[in-house]
């Protein structure tokens, strides 16, 4: 099992930038695939990022796609969003997710961050 704790969100104007971090506690975080969804007001949570285990492979949405970058440090068991040319729209709760490499379809999700964005 591995817990999960998000931090770095906060207010920013739009065209800033931000960079989320997920601190991992646990076992064998450098075995985990990790993710970071978001989930805005009065939306269903939706996909953002995703790196593999051993970051050789990163998946992106079409709506971030060139604009956040994904990475992680699996000496320190933490995972990185790096948001830049943030937009109104990015205003959401990001979350980090951890997809167990043992049991299939099975998750971690941290408590989640704020972002918000200002026009």
């Known amino acids: 099992q591995v817990q999960l704790v998000e931090s770095g969100g906060g207010l920013v104007r739009s065209g800033g930038s931000l960079r989320l971090s997920c601190a991992a506690s646990?076992?064998?975080?450098?075995?985990?695939?990790m993710g970071w969804y978001r989930q805005a007001p009065g939306k269903e949570r939706e996909f953002v990022a995703e790196i593999t285990w051993d970051s050789e492979t990163t998946y992106y949405a079409d709506s971030v796609k060139g604009r956040f970058t994904i990475s992680r440090d699996n000496a320190k068991d933490t995972l990185y969003l790096q948001m830049n040319n943030l937009r109104p729209e990015d205003t959401a709760v990001y979350f980090c997710?951890?997809?167990?490499?043992?049991?299939?379809?099975?998750?971690?999700w941290g408590q989640g961050t704020q972002v918000t964005v200002s026009s």
């Open positions: 997710r951890a997809a167990s490499p043992v049991v299939s379809g099975l998750y971690y």
């Open positions: 646990g076992r064998m975080f450098s075995t985990y695939d």
